[in-house]
């Protein structure tokens, strides 16, 4: 991997490898993944269940160490950075959003969606009014004061996702988002997660297992057995990955 193309890429793995367990119970979860993710692109993260999906973007949220080789996110180099940086750059640079939407059910949508900026030390008012614009592009602007058991399922993601991108995170990575909707809410949720999140400086992993949301994808990676066995392109038919 040159440095031009590490400087160039939102995420750069290289050799990354992820054990768990030790002697009879050690599972190879990573198995030497090299990955390059540009900029500007909703790249899809496909596979069977157990392959490693999760596992792999844990690693590039920096949730999770790997074992062995080179993680790069946003042209930080993980591998070297110590536990609070690392906790203070996912803070500051990474959204999540989950198949569960992990909302508070006693404060409305406006407060769930502005909790990342009162934790970076934003003063409410500040915090509500900008959480209240990023409700409003994902369509809720008429939900602003409704609490989580007055949503839809697809109205309480589409909250999520205004949290998970309230502090204008560089790089936004989704779990399962469309798991738990119907093929109606999973297609707006595609939709919304495309039209605020992907933008030319940052980049966005949706790891799915829902098929009717592949159209979204710029890019479809697919695992199994902890590697990539293909990256897909909008613009190149697939490409097997070498082993
Ligand atoms: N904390 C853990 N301890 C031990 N093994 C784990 C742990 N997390 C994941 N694994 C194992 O690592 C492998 C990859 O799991 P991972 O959850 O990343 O797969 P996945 O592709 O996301 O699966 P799914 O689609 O079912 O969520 C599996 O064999 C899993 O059992």
Redesign the pocket.
């Known amino acids: 991997m040159t440095d031009v193309a590490v400087r160039n890429a939102a995420v750069a793995l290289s050799g990354v490898a992820k054990e ?2 030790t002697g009879d119970t050690k ?1 190879l ?1 990573l198995a030497d993944i090299d990955l390059e993710l540009p900029y500007g692109e909703l790249v899809l993260l496909v ?10 973007i ?1 690693v590039v949220a920096g949730l999770l160490d790997a074992t062995r080789g080179q993680t790069e996110v946003l042209g930080q180099n993980l591998t070297r950075m110590g536990g609070a940086r690392k906790v203070r750059f996912r803070g500051d640079n990474i959204g999540f959003v989950f198949q569960q939407y992990n909302l508070l059910p006693a404060l409305t949508a406006a407060e769930n969606a502005c909790v990342p900026l009162l934790i970076a030390g934003w003063s409410r008012a500040k915090a509500v009014a900008k959480a209240r614009e990023l409700l409003t592009a994902v369509g809720l602007g008429n939900r602003l004061d409704s609490y989580p058991n007055q949503l839809s399922g697809g109205q309480q993601q589409r909250v999520a996702i205004a949290r998970a991108l309230v502090h204008e995170p560089r790089l936004l990575v989704c779990d ?1 988002p469309t798991a738990a909707l119907d093929a109606a809410s999973g297609r707006t949720v595609m939709e919304l997660i495309r039209k605020v999140a992907v933008q030319p400086d940052r980049a966005v992993i949706v ?1 799915t ?1 829902d098929s009717r949301v592949y159209d979204f994808g710029d890019r479809i990676v697919s ?1 199994a057995d ?1 590697r990539i066995e293909r990256i897909e392109t909008k613009n190149s038919p697939g490409v097997r990955a070498e082993h």
């Not at 596979?47 to 792999?56: D, E, V, W």
């Open positions: 768990f367990g599972t979860a596979g069977p269940s157990g392959c490693g999906k999760t596992t792999l844990s399962e790891v297992h695992m902890g």
